[in-house]
């Protein structure tokens, strides 16, 4: 299997995913690439990606889109430590999508435990990596940023 076609399926899985995952409606614009370093700006969520496709997914977005998110999802208003730990388990679900999406595929892929980060953060460590803009209105966006090595 290629890398070209590898990396397409995984962007192709995040997009599905985020579909299914989100209950709101979404515009999904086009991936670019980019080189490091990215920078987080409020609450992202970083989980660690293994098998044939190695690397990272950050989900990265603020408090806003991440509490309308959980309000649809719940019906309630999440704040701090709850909305926090809803943004983990938002990435968690999204990233687990994806897997099963790239196993349907033929590429061997599990993820680790879902990292929250709050606040600005740099992320060094990679040469190069996709990053996937959501937006949902009425709501903001989100930033997917995967960072993949096939092989």
């Known amino acids: 299997m290629s890398i070209t ?16 995952v989100v209950p709101l409606e979404i515009v999904v614009e086009k991936p670019a690439l980019f080189t490091q ?19 990272r997914i950050i989900i990265d977005g603020d408090e806003l889109v991440f509490g309308r998110i959980g309000e649809a999802m719940f019906g309630m208003v999440l704040e701090g430590e709850m909305l926090e730990s809803f943004a983990g388990e938002l990435g968690n679900m999204i990233a687990g999508s994806i897997s099963t999406f790239a196993s349907q595929r033929g590429i061997e892929m599990d993820i680790t435990p879902p990292t929250v980060l709050v606040g600005q953060t740099k992320v060094y460590g990679f ?15 989100l930033m997917i940023v995967l960072m993949v090595e096939i092989g």
């Open 5 to 20: 076609k590898s990396v397409t399926d995984i962007l192709n899985g995040t997009i599905e995913a985020v579909k299914a």
């Open 37 to 55: 370093p990215f920078t987080q700006h409020s609450i992202g969520v970083l989980i660690g990606m293994t098998g044939d496709a190695r690397g």
């Open 127 to 141: 040469t190069k990596a996709f990053r996937l803009p959501v937006t949902i209105p009425d709501a903001g966006s």
